[in-house]
């Protein structure tokens, strides 16, 4: 299935010009990312549970009431351009269009719960969150800081990239292109304040990259053999060859069209110590060992859904268990590639303790000869405990949990 962000990503969007492709990003993502407050505003004003309306009529009222409630789209323009779509998507369902938004339009949003007597019920309203995550997040974090990771990850997150080291003239054209930046707190990450960074990525001499993934990457590089375990899109593998030239990154990825654009982004980096293996890392065709392991599990992605809002929606509870089984396994097959003295980084974009801090213990206690070990001094900044993790609502991007251990 296709995400939002593939088909944002996609030809025809590409094609738009850029204030068109701006506006389409945020009604896509920013409805998505609102659709809490927004279905709590139409709840007032449709005659029956949301849940009853039907899917395509309701994704086309919540675009709708986004443009009102969010955007500086005069409320006439959003009320006729949304009837004019229903007529091509749901005729029948047009009038109906029509009048709850007029109504919203005349009327305004209703008042959210407040926050402090009504915690769960405003985090599923204004916090924009399915019920069963509010439910794990107020009972995990307490009312102010799961109202906190919530707020956070109703903004749009930070871009974050990095300039190509293999390229002298990479900060010289960055800055002829109108681009402005910050270094953040991970060496050699930058925070976007102006400017963009399609056709300078393009030509390889920029990756956008969140400045969590660029610390995953920093305390995995190692010299001489490094597998990167779970290579795609290939980020993380540009930086460990990046970070030590005279290492050997070995990047798997079992997927043929995404091990394809991975040695594509390889040479367009230049970056000519990455080898791009086609393999699953749950059965890794490998008989030597190596002095670094950076698995970066498949997981739920429910760290990352400020910038990816439609996981929030689509997340079970029940993937929770699903993926930590799987990143369970994934551990246990790729820890015996790793020699003695060598250093194992397990990462997810999740901060849900099952894919994280839960998973990482139970392997700790199954396998003695591997301890957590500390980072640079800097990664005390993203100190959780014995491991690290990014957050939202202190850190601004996505929030990944982070453990690294060396085998004893």
Same mark, same amino acid.
């Given at each position: 299935?296709?995400?939002?962000?593939? $088909? @944002?990503?996609?030809?025809?969007?590409?094609? %738009?010009?850029?204030? #068109?492709? =701006? +506006? /389409?990003?945020? !009604?896509? *993502? &920013?409805?998505?990312?609102?659709?809490?407050?927004?279905?709590? $505003? @139409?709840?007032?004003?449709?005659?029956?549970? %949301?849940?009853?309306? #039907?899917? =395509? +009529? /309701?994704?086309? !009222?919540? *675009? &709708?009431?986004?443009?009102?409630?969010?955007?500086?789209?005069? $409320?006439?323009?959003?009320?006729?351009?949304?009837?004019?779509?229903?007529?091509?998507?749901?005729?029948?369902?047009?009038?109906?269009?029509?009048?709850?938004?007029?109504?919203?339009?005349?009327?305004? $949003?209703?008042?959210?719960?407040?926050?402090?007597?009504?915690?769960?019920?405003?985090?599923?309203?204004?916090?924009?969150?399915?019920?069963?995550?509010?439910?794990?997040?107020?009972?995990?974090?307490?009312?102010?800081?799961?109202?906190?990771?919530?707020?956070?990850?109703?903004?749009?997150?930070?871009?974050?990239?990095?300039?190509?080291?293999?390229?002298?003239?990479?900060?010289?054209?960055?800055?002829?292109?109108?681009?402005?930046?910050?270094?953040?707190?991970?060496?050699?990450?930058?925070?976007?304040?102006?400017?963009?960074?399609?056709?300078?990525?393009?030509?390889?001499?920029?990756?956008?990259?969140?400045?969590?993934?660029?610390?995953?990457?920093?305390?995995?590089?190692?010299?001489?053999?490094?597998?990167?375990?779970?290579?795609?899109?290939?980020?993380?593998?540009?930086?460990?060859?990046?970070?030590?030239?005279?290492?050997?990154?070995?990047?798997?990825?079992?997927?043929?069209?995404?091990?394809?654009?991975?040695?594509?982004?390889?040479?367009?980096?230049?970056?000519?110590?990455?080898?791009?293996?086609?393999?699953?890392?749950?059965?890794?065709?490998?008989?030597?060992?190596?002095?670094?392991?950076?698995?970066?599990?498949?997981?739920?992605?429910?760290?990352?859904?400020?910038?990816?809002?439609?996981?929030?929606?689509?997340?079970?509870?029940?993937?929770?268990?699903?993926?930590?089984?799987?990143?369970?396994?994934?551990?246990?097959?790729?820890?015996?590639?790793?020699?003695?003295?060598?250093?194992?980084?397990?990462?997810?974009?999740?901060?849900?303790?099952?894919?994280?801090?839960?998973?990482?213990?139970?392997?700790?206690?199954?396998?003695?000869?591997?301890?957590?070990?500390?980072?640079?001094?800097?990664?005390?900044?993203?100190?959780?405990?014995?491991?690290?993790?990014?957050?939202?609502?202190?850190?601004?991007?996505?929030?990944?949990?982070?453990?690294?251990?060396?085998?004893?």
């Amino acid at each position: 299935m296709t995400t939002p962000a593939e $088909a @944002l990503a996609g030809r025809e969007a590409d094609a %738009l010009a850029p204030r #068109e492709r =701006d +506006l /389409l990003h945020e !009604l896509v *993502l &920013g409805t998505l990312r609102r659709r809490g407050p927004i279905d709590h $505003a @139409l709840g007032c004003f449709v005659d029956r549970p %949301l849940k009853e309306v #039907e899917p =395509d +009529l /309701l994704t086309i !009222l919540r *675009l &709708g009431a986004h443009q009102i409630l969010n955007l500086r789209v005069p $409320a006439y323009a959003a009320v006729s351009q949304t009837v004019e779509l229903a007529r091509l998507q749901a005729p029948r369902g047009a009038g109906f269009v029509n009048a709850v938004l007029r109504r919203l339009v005349r009327e305004g $949003a209703p008042p959210v719960p407040d926050p402090a007597r009504e915690p769960l019920k405003w985090l599923t309203s204004a916090g924009s969150l399915p019920e069963w995550l509010a439910v794990r997040w107020l009972s995990a974090l307490g009312p102010e800081a799961a109202r906190a990771r919530a707020m956070a990850c109703l903004e749009t997150p930070v871009t974050a990239f990095r300039l190509n080291p293999r390229r002298a003239s990479a900060a010289t054209e960055v800055a002829a292109a109108g681009v402005a930046a910050r270094p953040m707190t991970v060496p050699g990450a930058l925070r976007l304040e102006t400017g963009r960074l399609q056709s300078l990525a393009e030509a390889g001499l920029v990756y956008a990259q969140d400045e969590a993934s660029q610390l995953v990457a920093h305390v995995a590089a190692h010299t001489g053999r490094v597998l990167d375990a779970c290579a795609a899109p290939g980020g993380k593998a540009l930086l460990l060859a990046d970070l030590e030239r005279s290492a050997l990154v070995v990047a798997c990825e079992p997927s043929l069209s995404r091990a394809g654009t991975l040695q594509r982004l390889v040479r367009r980096w230049g970056a000519a110590n990455v080898a791009c293996v086609r393999a699953d890392a749950a059965r890794a065709p490998f008989a030597t060992r190596f002095d670094a392991v950076l698995l970066d599990a498949p997981c739920s992605g429910l760290g990352t859904i400020g910038r990816n809002p439609d996981i929030r929606w689509r997340a079970r509870p029940g993937d929770l268990g699903r993926h930590a089984e799987k990143q369970r396994a994934l551990l246990e097959a790729l820890s015996p590639l790793l020699r003695p003295g060598g250093r194992l980084v397990y990462s997810v974009c999740s901060l849900e303790p099952e894919e994280g801090a839960l998973a990482i213990e139970e392997f700790l206690a199954s396998h003695r000869q591997f301890r957590p070990v500390a980072g640079p001094g800097w990664v005390d900044a993203f100190a959780s405990g014995r491991f690290l993790s990014t957050r939202p609502e202190t850190h601004g991007g996505d929030g990944f949990f982070v453990a690294v251990l060396e085998r004893g």
